[in-house]
Nanobody
Framework: VQLQASGGGLVQAGASLRLSCAASGRTLSSYVMGWFRQAPGKEREFVASISRSGGGSTYYADSVKGRFTISRDNAKNTAYLQMNSLKPEDTAVYYC??????????????????WGQGTLVTVSS
């Protein structure tokens, strides 16, 4: 499966953005989906994950809980990350990823088999 992340941009603190991750090559319903991010000079970190069915489990990093929402539309072969109340510390390149073997949401980066190219989110203060 190929993943294409989009939707990043430059926004002010407090604004919202919605990231999209479009899949091609295989149906998205075969994968657990996740979002990760990497800030300048830092290691990549987990942001959010959603189970295969979408109606099942989700899992969030503590730093984004209550502000970010992960979702998926398997009919459109697309996963989303709705980001509200953005903060300057959310500035990073955001990556979507797909886990082909799991069923439930997972924060383990090692379980993800496919990665998108990343989309840059910059939040100014």
């Amino acid at each position: 499966v190929q993943l294409q992340a989009s939707g990043g941009g430059l926004v002010q603190a407090g604004a919202s953005l919605r990231l999209s991750c479009a899949a091609s090559g295989r149906t998205l319903s075969s994968y657990v989906m996740g979002w990760f991010r990497q800030a300048p000079g830092k290691e990549r970190e987990f942001v959010a994950s959603i189970s295969r069915s979408g109606g099942g489990s989700t899992y969030y990093a503590d730093s984004v809980k209550g502000r970010f929402t992960i979702s998926r539309d398997n009919a459109k072969n697309t996963a989303y990350l709705q980001m509200n109340s953005l903060k300057p510390e959310d500035t990073a390149v955001y990556y979507c990823a797909a886990d082909r073997n799991g069923r439930g949401a997972t924060m383990s980066e090692l379980k993800y088999d496919y990665w998108g190219q990343g989309t840059l989110v910059t939040v100014s203060s």
